[in-house]
């Protein structure tokens, strides 16, 4: 059974950082192109950063450019986002989806909040 599996959120005050982790199993990650989306309340998914299969070509929303970095370890079926000078609109569930063509998998989200 696919399953993918976020950690690493939590409370941090604003300018801080944090390191969200995702685990894949059940399917070949390697093969699946890995995304970050969030959802603050009261508003809709966004995404935030993909990172393909086999070229690693990363793409960010400019929401997060130059403060987020996704990246991948395919050998440990794992994707990272870290996030450095957290804003207070950062704040949101965090999810991490991975993607082949038309099969896409989520997994439960970890919660973010950015916060003095």
């Known amino acids: 059974q696919a399953q993918l599996v976020e950690s690493g959120g939590g409370l941090v005050e604003p300018g801080g950082s944090l390191k969200l982790s995702c685990v894949g199993s059940?399917?070949?990650?390697?093969?699946?192109?890995i995304s970050w989306y969030r959802q603050a309340p009261g508003k809709e998914r966004e995404w935030v950063a993909t990172i393909t299969d086999f070229t690693f070509t990363i793409s960010y929303d400019d929401s997060v450019r130059g403060r987020f970095t996704i990246s991948r370890v395919n050998a440990r079926d794992t994707a990272y986002l870290h996030m450095n000078t957290l804003k207070p609109e950062d704040t949101a569930v965090y999810y991490c989806s991975a993607r082949h063509w038309d099969t896409v998998y989520w997994g439960q989200g970890t919660q973010v909040t950015v916060s003095s």
């Open positions: 059940g399917f070949p990650f390697s093969s699946y192109v």
